[in-house]
Every structure is written in structure tokens, then in C-alpha cells.
């Protein structure tokens, strides 16, 4: 199993990144997908979760209104849309992959993850 996240990169205050991730290796359909970060000196945080069977999306309070997730399932494909980036999303982005029938933005419950992709929000 492998996920392969990209589109990070540096951008400034206000503007507008999507990152990807492309998962490959087995069947993701009945998986719940994330997006995770850890900024500098930070533990790894959720930032957003997407249950392929419910359709259900959920995010941290502190991207609300701002990132929408997003997925192709016939791609296996998840995106993370962030707009209005502020300095304090500066991270490292990972997608993840559970296995679990149940939700949860608990990183122990993700079996699977990508390499990251970094994301700078200068002001």
C-alpha cells in the first residue's frame, strides 16, 4: 500500500493551495482518508477526514470554511483544497489511510501513510 501526497509548496498569506494524494496497492473503498500536519516544533495534528462509504467529511476547527476534502474513488485519489492561507498552516502535510469502519482524527487509528509535502505560508 502506498500514498503518494503532492502539491505543496510556497505560497502567501491569503492565497490558495490543493494538495493530492494517490493511494495504490489495494482497494480504498471502504477506507476512511485524512489529511494530517505537523508544523515546526508541533505534534501532528488532524487537519481533515473523508469516509469513502458515508460521503461524511469532518475537519479541525481551525480549517473550517477555509479546506474542503475531497476524493475520486474511481482514482483513488483524496485532495485537500486550502484557501486563505495563513502562516500558521505552515506544515508538513501527510495523507493517511484507515482500515477502521469508524471515524476518527485520531492518528493511531491511520494504518497507512504518505511521505508528506511541505507547505510554507509566508505573511
Known amino acids: 500500500v502506498q500514498l503518494q501526497a503532492s502539491g505543496g509548496g510556497s505560497v502567501q498569506a491569503g492565497d490558495s493551495l490543493r494538495l493530492s494524494c494517490a493511494a495504490s496497492?489495494?482497494?480504498?473503498?471502504?477506507?476512511?482518508m485524512a489529511w494530517f500536519r505537523q508544523g515546526p516544533g508541533k505534534e501532528r495534528e488532524f487537519v481533515a477526514g473523508?469516509?469513502?462509504?458515508?460521503?461524511?467529511?469532518y475537519y479541525a476547527d481551525s480549517v473550517k470554511g477555509r479546506f474542503t476534502i475531497s476524493g475520486d474513488k474511481a482514482k483513488s485519489m483524496v485532495y485537500l483544497q486550502m484557501n486563505s492561507l495563513k502562516p500558521e498552516d505552515t506544515a508538513v502535510y501527510y495523507c493517511?489511510?484507515?482500515?477502521?469502519?469508524?471515524?476518527?482524527?485520531?492518528?493511531?487509528?491511520?494504518?497507512?501513510w504518505g511521505q508528506g509535502t511541505l507547505v510554507t505560508v509566508s505573511s
Open positions: 493517511a489511510a484507515s482500515t477502521r469502519t469508524y471515524y476518527s482524527d485520531s492518528s493511531t487509528v491511520y494504518d497507512y
Open positions: 473523508i469516509r469513502w462509504t458515508s460521503g461524511n467529511t
Open positions: 496497492g489495494r482497494t480504498f473503498s471502504n477506507f476512511g
